[in-house]
């Protein structure tokens, strides 16, 4: 990794670190407007959670990734109970292409299925 380093900050490149992009390391969980804008390229659907799972164990499979303030939310079914699906609005497209890329591990001993979704559908669930 340092050979990289020194190779990019060196002769002909002259690389400038700067702006560096930082990880949250704690979900903000907190609730969505349905006037606010969300970006379609940047929500996911889940499939396959455990019942019992929350936004923390949602954020934990996806740790690593940044997930906006307020950003999973858990869908129910008609009595009110989890489905064991969620959708997940991401800060931006690139960590929301990272999490699709986790489709199919796993959570405990359940995979997950990842799937691209709107914000459109985000917000019906979170709204």
Known sequence: MGNIISTLISEPYN??????????????????SKME???????????GLPWQSSDQDIARFFKGL?????????CL???????GEA??????????????????????NRYI????ATGEDFLKIAG
């Open 66 to 74: 940044n997930i906006a303030k307020g950003g999973a939310a858990l």
């Open 37 to 47: 804008l969300v970006d379609n390229n940047a929500v996911i659907r889940a499939r």
């Open 77 to 83: 079914n008609a009595q009110g109970r989890r489905n």
């Open 113 to 116: 299925e990842v799937y691209k």
């Open 87 to 108: 959708l997940v609005r991401f800060v931006n497209e690139e960590h929301r292409d990272l999490a699709l890329q986790r489709h199919k591990h796993h959570m405990g």
């Open 15 to 32: 690389h400038r670190f700067s702006d560096p992009e930082r990880v949250n390391y704690k979900f903000e969980s907190g609730p969505c």
